[in-house]
């Protein structure tokens, strides 16, 4: 390892560490205390917000996409193979119990996505070509003032930097490698060059005709194809636990026990359960990442408690369902007691134990739309950081240059590349929890007059007001 990989990997190792933990599950808890979990009483509200009922299409209201497809986005960026793959790190390194960490980091997230996509909505500011945007680096400078704008830069360059898709794209070809071309004899393990550099081009091609829609087409693309594998992972993975049915109990209870002994993989080291648990739920959920206020920033709304409750769905979604089900297939099956493979093929095996000869297939569906949906949120979040920089004029440029980086993704594997991105990505949670934490009061004083408004009923519409049709429309 040369000196530049070690110290990439010696940053990203230290940024991943107990002062990120602290920072992410110590500001969630205190998110939770200062809001006195008012924002958990209204979880109705917020399904009735996705369906579009309180949506207000006046050329007044500032966004450009609805609820719903603001919250699809940010699950497009959360839901991949962090998923899949993080799960079956965190068991193989941390044991069943780092489960429960996720676990808990998902339910301080949900405090924490309330406060940090309500701020994004707040705190919108105008770009150089006088278009509101929001993003944890207008919050920094349209809350905290212009001395403040080094946070927003810290935070815009590591999200320029970290949202790149190398990683993603290399993973994604590497699975469909390993389970399409070569047992088909397009390619073997040691010769797979022009396979993979024609499946890049392919995918950067697909890439680019969504990505020149911007977040419109990019938040219609995600609302409709992450629900649709979110159902068919729940559909196959039921079926999998359906025939373990009797292992389920002692696999919950395993978990709950394991998270303070620590004693099923990491031998007795508790405190390493519970930072892998920790550090795998922060990649699943992004909460306090910053990534999500970009998303949810762009939703058509003025009131911003109202994004906030929509996001706080986020973790429960990605982390205490889908991550659950994934944590729960690789246990009942016992493939996590082996040394033999890690990450996605871990979750193959497990799958092909059910689905023998087609279950890798049928994991594959999930991981390649997931995939792709998420190196789309990504393509988006790291145009509009390179906005915030250099201007929006400069936008497509980092449009082609990510495109072409798809390609290169595809055939390279540089660990320093894939460790820059991981510690680029906590970087970005620095200024995300700092500027959260300092705006937490607005956050409350703005959410405690909208639940008073809304227990008033303030918002109650008569029917014939809700388009139910264009409801309709829109979740489908």
């Known amino acids: 390892m040369s000196q530049i990989e070690a110290a990439v990997a010696a940053y990203t190792n230290f940024m991943w560490g107990l002062p990120l933990v602290i920072l992410l599950v110590g500001g969630g808890l205190f998110f939770m205390v200062h809001s006195r979990l008012r924002h958990f009483r209204y979880f109705s509200h917020s399904f009735a917000l996705l369906r579009g009922k309180y949506d207000d299409r006046s050329d007044a209201i500032s966004g450009d996409i609805s609820h719903y497809r603001a919250l699809a986005t940010a699950l497009a960026g959360t839901m991949g193979l962090g998923n899949i793959t993080g799960v079956a790190v965190a068991i193989t390194i941390g044991g069943p119990g780092a489960v429960f960490w996720m676990w808990v980091t998902a339910i301080v997230g949900i405090s924490t996505k309330f406060y940090t996509a309500s701020l994004a909505?707040?705190?919108?500011?105008?770009?150089?070509?006088?278009?509101?945007?929001?993003?944890?680096?207008?919050?920094?400078?349209?809350?905290?003032?212009?001395?403040?704008?080094?946070?927003?830069?810290?935070?815009?360059?590591?999200?320029?930097?970290?949202?790149?898709?190398?990683?993603?794209?290399?993973?994604?070809?590497?699975?469909?490698?390993n389970v399409v071309a070569i047992p088909a004899g397009f390619a073997t393990s040691d010769n797979h060059f022009s396979f993979d550099l024609v499946t890049g081009?392919?995918?950067?091609?697909?890439?680019?005709?969504?990505?020149?829609?911007?977040?419109?087409?990019?938040?219609?693309?995600?609302?409709?194809?992450?629900?649709?594998?979110?159902?068919?992972?729940?559909?196959?993975?039921?079926?999998?636990?359906?025939?373990?049915?009797?292992?389920?109990?002692?696999?919950?209870?395993?978990?709950?026990?394991?998270?303070?002994?620590?004693?099923?993989?990491?031998?007795?080291?508790?405190?390493?359960?519970?930072?892998?648990?920790?550090?795998?739920?922060?990649?699943?959920?992004?909460?306090?990442?910053?990534?999500?206020?970009?998303?949810?920033?762009?939703?058509?709304?003025?009131?911003?408690?109202?994004?906030?409750?929509?996001?706080?769905?986020?973790?429960?979604?990605?982390?205490?369902?889908?991550?659950?089900?994934?944590?729960?297939?690789?246990?009942?099956?016992?493939?996590?007691?082996?040394?033999?493979?890690?990450g996605i093929s871990l979750a193959t095996q497990a799958y092909e134990q059910v689905f023998p000869g087609f279950g890798a297939y049928l994991l594959l569906i999930m991981v390649v739309v997931l995939s792709t949906t998420t190196i789309l949120t990504y393509w988006y979040y790291g145009s509009k950081c390179m906005g915030f920089l250099f201007g929006s004029a400069k936008q497509k440029y980092y449009m082609y240059a990510y495109m072409g980086l798809i390609t290169v993704g595809a055939v390279v594997s540089l660990d320093v590349v894939i460790n820059l991105l991981d510690g680029m990505y906590a970087t970005m949670a620095i200024p995300t929890m700092i500027s959260t934490l300092l705006l937490a009061p607005k956050v409350k004083k703005v959410a405690s007059d909208y639940f008073s408004?809304?227990?008033?009923?303030?918002?109650?519409?008569?029917?014939?007001?809700?388009?139910?049709?264009?409801?309709?429309?829109?979740?489908?």
């Open 201 to 342: 081009i392919v995918l950067a091609l697909v890439m680019l005709t969504v990505a020149v829609g911007k977040v419109k087409r990019v938040s219609a693309v995600a609302g409709k194809m992450v629900p649709s594998m979110v159902i068919f992972y729940f559909l196959i993975t039921g079926v999998l636990l359906a025939r373990h049915i009797g292992e389920i109990p002692a696999m919950f209870a395993l978990i709950f026990t394991d998270a303070f002994s620590g004693q099923a993989v990491s031998g007795g080291v508790l405190g390493a359960v519970i930072l892998i648990g920790v550090q795998r739920g922060a990649f699943s959920n992004e909460a306090g990442i910053g990534t999500e206020s970009l998303a949810h920033g762009a939703a058509k709304t003025n009131e911003p408690t109202r994004e906030g409750l929509v996001a706080m769905i986020g973790p429960i979604a990605d982390t205490l369902i889908v991550c659950t089900c994934t944590a729960m297939a690789l246990l009942v099956t016992g493939v996590w007691k082996g040394d033999a493979v890690v």
């Open 121 to 177: 909505i707040m705190y919108r500011g105008e770009d150089d070509s006088g278009k509101l945007q929001g993003g944890p680096m207008y919050v920094i400078r349209e809350g905290l003032g212009r001395k403040w704008l080094p946070l927003a830069w810290m935070f815009a360059i590591a999200g320029m930097v970290g949202t790149l898709p190398i990683f993603q794209v290399n993973q994604l070809v590497q699975i469909l490698r």
């Open 453 to 476: 408004r809304l227990d008033a009923g303030e918002f109650d519409l008569p029917p014939a007001e809700f388009d139910s049709e264009a409801a309709t429309e829109r979740v489908a």
